[in-house]
């Protein structure tokens, strides 16, 4: 098992076919104990209790800076350590730039952007102390390639932003072997995208696919397990495509 006796937390991870729950179960099956943080709290329940009684479902706004240490002294208490943050949070908006208001830019940037900040932030001192972690950030196809299909122009500055951060704490928490790398998935199937693509839409953007299919949430989960593990312990401040081919750069 590639995560027996890890403790990974994972944010956003509540709904059964996104790409948070895809990874809580893999790293679950892996032998990691899963904490899930959700701002649902008896979704987050009910997910980790469908992964096993070894794992942990919170609630957390995680662009609330109290809600996220809380769960995270939480999770301190139960498991005395946490070797892995996945930063899956985010919400999109499938909105035009001068469309853009400020409380679409604040909900949009808050959670993808601040969030990630929060949340690395509250885990940081325990994997410093424990001298090892990895932090894997979620960003997208859309922060690479300049807008996406069903994200705003502040959904890809959210994402761009993630990328840039990932890389700075990268540099500066190397010393301290903890590793931050990022994912950018581009059109995966979840509930966000459930009903949106007709079948002319879907022909489009697969010619455009050189796998020529959409990604599955599975696909996100295995280069997640790949990140989070020590497969990929000399990998820091990357950037991982996982879009079938739809960006080559």
């Given at each position: 098992?590639?995560?027996?006796?890890?403790?990974?937390?994972?944010?956003?991870?509540?709904?059964?076919?996104?790409?948070?729950?895809?990874?809580?179960?893999?790293?679950?099956?892996?032998?990691?104990?899963?904490?899930?943080?959700?701002?649902?709290?008896?979704?987050?329940?009910?997910?980790?209790?469908?992964?096993?009684?070894?794992?942990?479902?919170?609630?957390?706004?995680?662009?609330?800076?109290?809600?996220?240490?809380?769960?995270?002294?939480?999770?301190?208490?139960?498991?005395?350590?946490?070797?892995?943050?996945?930063?899956?949070?985010?919400?999109?908006?499938?909105?035009?730039?001068?469309?853009?208001?400020?409380?679409?830019?604040?909900?949009?940037?808050?959670?993808?952007?601040?969030?990630?900040?929060?949340?690395?932030?509250?885990?940081?001192?325990?994997?410093?102390?424990?001298?090892?972690?990895?932090?894997?950030?979620?960003?997208?196809?859309?922060?690479?390639?300049?807008?996406?299909?069903?994200?705003?122009?502040?959904?890809?500055?959210?994402?761009?932003?993630?990328?840039?951060?990932?890389?700075?704490?990268?540099?500066?928490?190397?010393?301290?072997?903890?590793?931050?790398?990022?994912?950018?998935?581009?059109?995966?199937?979840?509930?966000?995208?459930?009903?949106?693509?007709s079948d002319e839409m879907k022909q489009t953007i697969l010619s455009g696919i050189p796998l020529n299919r959409l990604?599955?949430?599975?696909?996100?989960?295995?280069?997640?397990?790949?990140?989070?593990?020590?497969?990929?312990?000399?990998?820091?401040?990357?950037?991982?495509?996982?879009?079938?081919?739809?960006?080559?750069?």
């Open positions: 098992m590639l995560l027996k006796d890890k403790v990974a937390v994972i944010t956003g991870a509540a709904s059964p076919r996104g790409l948070g729950f895809a990874t809580a179960r893999l790293f679950a099956e892996q032998g990691a104990n899963v904490v899930i943080i959700d701002l649902d709290a008896a979704a987050s329940r009910q997910a980790a209790a469908t992964l096993g009684d070894a794992h942990l479902g919170l609630m957390a706004n995680v662009a609330d800076e109290a809600q996220v240490s809380a769960a995270v002294e939480q999770v301190l208490g139960r498991y005395g350590r946490i070797d892995i943050l996945v930063n899956n949070a985010g919400i999109t908006q499938p909105i035009k730039t001068l469309d853009i208001k400020r409380d679409n830019y604040d909900a949009v940037l808050d959670v993808s952007l601040r969030g990630t900040l929060l949340m690395s932030q509250a885990v940081l001192p325990a994997m410093r102390t424990q001298q090892g972690g990895s932090i894997v950030c979620i960003s997208s196809v859309s922060a690479q390639r300049g807008g996406g299909i069903f994200g705003g122009p502040h959904y890809s500055a959210a994402k761009a932003g993630v990328l840039g951060l990932a890389r700075a704490m990268a540099r500066e928490f190397g010393p301290d072997n903890i590793r931050v790398n990022c994912i950018a998935p581009g059109l995966i199937q979840t509930d966000i995208t459930a009903g949106k693509l990604g599955d949430a599975q696909d996100v989960a295995r280069a997640a397990l790949f990140l989070g593990s020590d497969l990929s312990s000399y990998s820091t401040g990357i950037t991982l495509d996982v879009n079938g081919g739809m960006l080559i750069h």
